[in-house]
């Protein structure tokens, strides 16, 4: 099988980076799996609890690049307790008593404290990349550490995360003499931020590409930053409010028009709707634009805006852009290719402003569009039949009607056929939310047509154990399945137990599966962990009683080859 | 202006404007998400529209649809983000965002600290430093600007022609017109809601 020496075929090795691929190649034989782990430079661990950290290091010695998914994703709606896990901590821990030359680290959905951050700082001298997104636990004095230590940080991207902000100097924290920075993302913290500390950074960072900033930083300091950052790729505005004077607005309008390079651009917060045009000249090279946080940015203005990026391929706006204003990116956007449309009015007002026929105009004008999540007060079937016609190349198709259980708002039927379409005609779909009024039927076509399919959302559908049956076997390249508040029991979680191995994860909440249930399943499939979350009846769920028959308000299960976790907290029972 | 001269009923404090039996559709949040989860205290409350005091929280039945934990399924990041937004345009007492034609940048005053329209005149013309704007709200026709401002149904209207209690109660924004932009605006007319 070996015609080469090891360098030769792990040179070879080295033009496959995809994860998936790289598994693939470790497969083919023992030699290959022995070149594949030692070559192997990025490490993706999808469920931090699938395996270990002395596991990870024995097989693989030598990466630099680790990428970590701590909970469900179901937590980003608030279904996941506070302390149930996801802890960074041992990982930090573990690499930094070995060998490794880390170089970049992402987690997603993790929890991390201000000591890890500081034992990653101190722990890998050539220590590039920091990408958190969704996590929690840490402070500003854990940022201050990393801007400290990490000599030769290039990337410091916090997207989303929940951070305490002690309003200190971390920025001021970079040495006079660090001069490396690429990318510096600090829109999520809440407090203030030192201007002279952050301009005198960007200024000397030649190499910055993406600068997002947060809400304390005002017109005046973006434009002397943008003076100093001409060269800058993506960009986050801040507070867009000025109080001071229109000088300032005339200093920023000339700074952006020298951001030739300017491609992606976010933020506006607090905006000041017809200071947007101040970057009218710069957006017919946007080919990113997210402005679904800009609250008071709405109507003619946006529209305005939207009308000069015809270059535009990812779209992220809140619904207040209407129908209308969908019809305007149609026409305009002929690049597209992702979409989300966010809900404004989250109170269920019902002042929702975009429908169905924002969808189908947006299928119907953008040719390229594979991704899309629509939040939206209605749908027909019809529509989505359009769709589906329109669009046969979706990817991942997202679509959150926003009251439960809501039928075609025509005809009062399910909208069985509707999705049945989109899976039927979308043969590369990967991805699925589906919503509204939906009956086993749905499941059927689900379980029929979506061969690719490999993450499911489900709320509030479905009739019977058929419907979840369907998809489980159906679906054979599910990886994650997520239920929440759909009559699904225990027939259909125990129909197949060997499913769960080719899957990541289950997730299920509300719905009709049984302690009982759980633990049969648990007997039957050692290599999984089953977890039942279980906050608010810490006493009530006792194990030896009722014959197991209580109901489970949320299971999450997963397979793993280290076993049960030992940082479980007391609400949640693993069997 | 109308000042005065009309009965306590017209100015009392409610949601939605008189004579008309709008309600405010919005429910409370304090069954939502961050229950056990004790991610934060500071819960959205904002669904509820304080009105110096009295609060008042309208708890339509259809399925209790905002009464769901973790629905929609909108990560905490955004909910927090978009309960800021309303926090910051919040209806009634407290600062408003003021944006003038031709100027490129926004202003923010507080309502609160004005007694009257004379008192609003007098500070918008401080925050322009243009005079006219007093005038635009005392003599309708003879200036080039007027006074509209966002009530909090969306609508735009004219300034001066609600009573001042009922102005501040509803006012989300003022905007400072060029008179010949505002007849094809859509200004809701004088007595719509009378």
Known sequence: MNYFPDEVIEHVFDFVTSHKDRNSISLVCKSWFKIERYSRQNVFIGNCYAINPERLLRRFPCFKSLTLKGKPHFADFNLVPHGWGGFVQPWIEALARSRVGLEELRLKRMVVTDESLELLSRSFVNFKSLVLVSCEGFSTDGLASIASNCRHLQDLDLQENEIDDHRGQWLSCFPETYTSLVTLNFACLEGETNLVALERLVARSPNLRSLKLNRAVPLDALARLMACAPQIVDLGVGSYEDEQDSESCLKLQAAIRKCTSLRSLSGFLEAAPHCLSAFHPVCHNLTSLNLSYAAEIHGSHLIKLIEHCKKLQRLWILDSIGDKGLEVVASTCKELQELRVFPTDLQGGGNTAVTEDGLVAISAGCPKLHSILYFCQQMTNAALITVAKNCPNFIRFRLCILEPHKPDHVTSQPLDEGFGAIVQACKNLKRLSVSGLLTDQVFLYIGMYATELEMLSIAFAGDTDKGMLYVLNGCKKMRKLEIRDSPFGDAALLADVNKYETMRSLWMSSCEVTLGGCKRLARKAPWLNVEIINENDNNRMEENGYEGRQKVDKLYLYRTVVGTRVDAPPFVWIH | ?194
């Open chain 2, 1 to 194: 202006m109308e000042k005065g001269g009309l009965g306590l009923e017209i100015t009392e404090l409610r949601l939605g404007l008189p004579g008309t039996e709008k309600m405010m559709k919005k429910r409370g949040f304090t069954e939502m998400i961050m229950t056990s989860s004790g991610s934060n205290s500071d819960q959205c409350e904002s669904g509820v529209v304080s009105s110096g005091g009295d609060v008042e929280k309208v708890n339509e039945s259809p399925v209790a649809k905002s009464q769901v934990v973790g629905w929609p399924p909108v990560c905490s990041y955004r909910w927090k983000n978009s309960c800021k937004e309303v926090s910051t345009t919040k209806v009634g007492l407290g600062y408003v965002k003021v944006s003038m034609d031709g100027v490129p940048y926004l202003r923010k005053m507080d309502l609160g600290s004005s007694q009257g329209y004379d008192d609003l005149a007098f500070a918008l013309d401080k925050l322009f430093s243009f005079h006219g704007i007093g005038v635009a709200l005392k003599d309708g026709d003879n200036c080039e600007y007027v006074t509209i401002y966002e009530d909090k149904d969306g609508d735009w209207m004219l300034a001066g022609d609600v009573p001042w209690g009922m102005f501040i109660e509803s006012c989300k924004r003022l905007r400072i017109m060029k008179r010949s932009d505002a007849t094809g605006f859509g200004l809701q007319p004088r007595g719509a809601d009378e």
